[in-house]
């Protein structure tokens, strides 16, 4: 296997992953609108699916490195814009004479500007951490005990994502009380979903570093969310 690496490999597993990884994320933003009980917690309905995009960051940083995992976050990132734009666009669609559920539809798909806001940033923030801590972890641990990663990585991220997105999407319009609730609540879950589904993601990494002949060390690599030689591209394209 190969020990180190920084590019981004096309293989068709990878290319699964990362569909898959959009596919749960750009849903779960979707269905996160109606807040659920669940036995005694107070949840919001993506946590049905969103852990498994965690999942699957795990999997693409722990298989193929942070330097692709961090390519395909920003793939969700703009996959999410998208979805976004293409919802507004057919809500603003007149509707047909005789369709009579138009306000419904907007209601239930429609998401104001402070929801899509706080959606992204909570996004962006919790998969960079959870795919940072998990790559520096594979790091400090030689490689060994992939459970401390998943799980340690997912402690942070999660913990972020639940915090940032529930206060900056509903201060004002929860009360404090119950916001610290839906938090608290969110990350117990999203974390025992981690735990529970730790002999899954040893199955599929071990699975992949067998296929794939690969198993990344980010030794050297450049673990900001927008790496440099990006950002001297962007400004050179600006500058022309």
């Known amino acids: 296997m190969r020990a180190s690496s920084t590019r981004i490999h096309g ?8 569909a898959l990884f959009v596919a749960t994320l750009v849903t779960s933003n979707i269905i996160a609108v109606k807040i659920a009980t669940v036995g005694p917690l107070t949840v919001p309905a ?3 699916i969103f852990p498994l995009a965690y999942l699957f960051g795990d999997v693409l940083t722990e298989v193929w490195g942070y ?3 961090r390519a395909v976050i920003w793939s969700g990132f703009a996959a999410n814009i998208v979805a976004v734009l293409f919802i507004a666009a057919a809500i603003g669609l007149p509707a047909g004479g005789g369709y ?4 419904a539809y907007a209601r239930i798909l429609g998401q104001s500007p402070r929801l899509v806001v706080a959606s992204l940033v909570a996004y ?6 959870n795919s940072f801590v998990l790559a520096r972890l594979k790091l400090l641990t030689g490689g060994r005990f992939l459970w401390t990663r998943t799980i340690g990585s997912t402690l942070v991220g999660q913990g972020v994502d639940s915090f940032l997105f529930i206060t900056l999407a509903f201060t004002g319009v929860l009360p404090w009380s119950l916001m610290l609730v839906i938090i608290r609540d969110l990350w117990a879950v999203k ?12 199955a599929i990494v071990t699975f992949l570093k067998r296929v794939e002949g690969i198993d990344t060390f980010d030794r050297g690599t450049d673990f900001s969310p927008i790496p440099g ?3 001297r591209s962007l400004v050179r394209s600006v500058a022309r």
């Open 11 to 18: 293989s068709p597993l990878l290319l699964a992953v990362s």
């Open 46 to 48: 993506a946590i049905v």
């Open 67 to 69: 330097a692709t995992a």
């Open 100 to 103: 009579a559920d138009q306000a």
């Open 124 to 129: 962006l923030m919790g998969e960079f951490l």
């Open 191 to 202: 974390v025992a979903y981690e735990v529970i589904a730790t002999p899954l993601t040893y």
């Open 229 to 231: 030689s990006a950002l």
